[in-house]
């Protein structure tokens, strides 16, 4: 290959335009390049070297070129970008353009239009040296496009991390009122506005501390314990109880369990009655955890009157 149109495309991570290409090399050069299997041309007007071309990361820079300023990384490419979730290899490169912007899905790539769109912030942002839509539009756009089993995960993430808040991602939500499966993703954004962090914590949401006799609980709130932060699952700030709900895998390390007695400990020096609940009991046996939790309450407020 052209000694300088291989610099041109290191320059580039792997990849050029044919705008760039043709102010260091000739037309034959190029072809050459091309011919040789070399360098493939991957979308119309964008070249990468042949040996990187199927790199996700590669396409996506070269979605970039292909939009020549004009689009965004969008859908469940933003979310791997956001690092949220990783895209399967076989995935579309998805890139949103503003309505007006005549340009055509092209494999790998899949174009799609925005009324108001604006290619810069805060509709727009840079992640990786690469343009993306803002964190909440992504979550919302992405949701649709996932498998229903794998929809909770990112959202999740990026709130239980502060990322975002349910409040922002409910007003990307009203942007899109023909979103697939609204009712599913507005339903989550509920159960982590009521402080679920967690799968786990919303089924118990769900199944197990909500319901008759339960009291209006808290959930992941903070409390200072020898001068750090900690956070309780679900607290019951009349009876100071603080219910635990054990994950199959974070709590089954043993210096996870041995972290999780000392906090316990420093708990109860504050006057804070903790119990634990298993991932294997909360799934399996909902309603005796539910039975359990009301006992518990009943004792605690028996013994404060």
Not at 250 to 273: C, M, V
Request: charged content about 30%.
């Amino acid at each position: 290959m052209n000694a300088t149109l291989r610099a041109l495309l290191a320059h580039g991570h792997g990849v050029a335009g044919r705008n760039e290409v043709d102010q260091v090399v000739s037309i034959r050069a190029l072809e050459w390049a091309v011919r040789s299997g070399h360098v493939h041309r991957l979308l119309p007007g964008v070249y990468a070297e042949a040996a990187l071309a199927d790199q996700p990361a590669v396409l996506r820079r070269a979605a970039v070129r292909y939009a020549g300023g004009r689009g965004t990384l969008s859908h469940t490419t933003a979310l791997d970008v956001w690092g949220l979730r990783p895209a399967d290899r076989d995935e579309p490169v998805h890139l949103r353009v503003p309505f007006d912007v005549r340009l055509r899905s092209h494999p790998p790539v899949v174009v799609h239009q925005r009324r108001g769109l604006r290619i810069e912030p805060p509709d727009v942002v840079t992640r990786s040296g690469l343009p993306v839509t803002r964190l909440e539009t992504t979550l919302v756009d992405a949701w649709p496009l996932l498998r229903r089993e794998e929809r909770p995960a990112p959202l999740i993430k990026a709130v239980r991390e502060r990322w975002t808040t349910p409040e922002r991602v409910l007003a990307a939500l009203e942007a899109v009122p023909r979103l697939a499966d609204r009712a599913g993703i507005r339903a989550l954004l509920d159960r982590l506005a009521s402080g679920c962090h967690s799968p786990l914590e919303i089924w118990g949401h769900d199944q197990v501390f909500t319901g008759p006799g339960m009291p209006r609980f808290e959930r992941q709130v903070a409390v200072r314990v020898d001068g750090r932060a900690c956070y309780l699952d679900v607290w019951a700030p009349r009876e100071r109880v603080d219910f635990e709900l054990d994950g199959a895998a974070w709590h089954a390390a043993p210096e996870r369990r041995e972290a999780d007695l000392r906090r316990d400990a420093a708990l109860a020096a504050l006057g804070i009655q903790v119990v634990r609940f298993t991932h294997r009991r909360l799934f399996r046996e909902p309603d005796a955890v539910r039975r359990e939790v009301l006992e518990v309450l009943a004792a605690a407020r028996r013994r404060a009157a």
